[in-house]
């Protein structure tokens, strides 16, 4: 299960999906993939914009809510459309990452994300993978 970034999972209204990795980074990171791939499928985006994100959490679900919310703030605002997370650390509930992207003018959204929710979520540990799971509000 670890080489899967990723599955999506059915959900009544929302798109609802879990991440795994070996460690909680990883689990972040293919969460944030997830939730670009939910906006705008599996188009090829250029990597031409630098972001450094910085976010806290009392607790994983929390940092990881902040975290996603972040992408969805920057394509908000400042038009940034996620490529890859180039760096990201993790401590005592602060994280740190160094993220590339595009402007989101030069692509087609598959889905608006509104928002991300805490209905079903959980980062945890399970056997040796992490394993997140975050319903998305489309």
Known sequence: MVN???KFLEHTADVKFQAFGKTIEQVFVN???AEKETICGKKK?????KKEIKV???DNESLLYNFLEQFLYLLDAEDFLLNKIKAIKIVNGKLKA?????SAKKYKFRNSVKAVTYNEMFVKKDKNPW???V???V
Not at 45 to 49: A, E, P, V
């Open 98 to 102: 160094t993220c590339l992207g595009d």
């Open 56 to 58: 806290t959490g009392k």
């Open 45 to 49: 985006i250029l990597s031409k914009i």
């Open 4 to 6: 899967k970034k990723f």
């Open 135 to 137: 319903v998305l509000d």
């Open 131 to 133: 394993i997140s799971q």
């Open 31 to 33: 969460s944030a993939l």
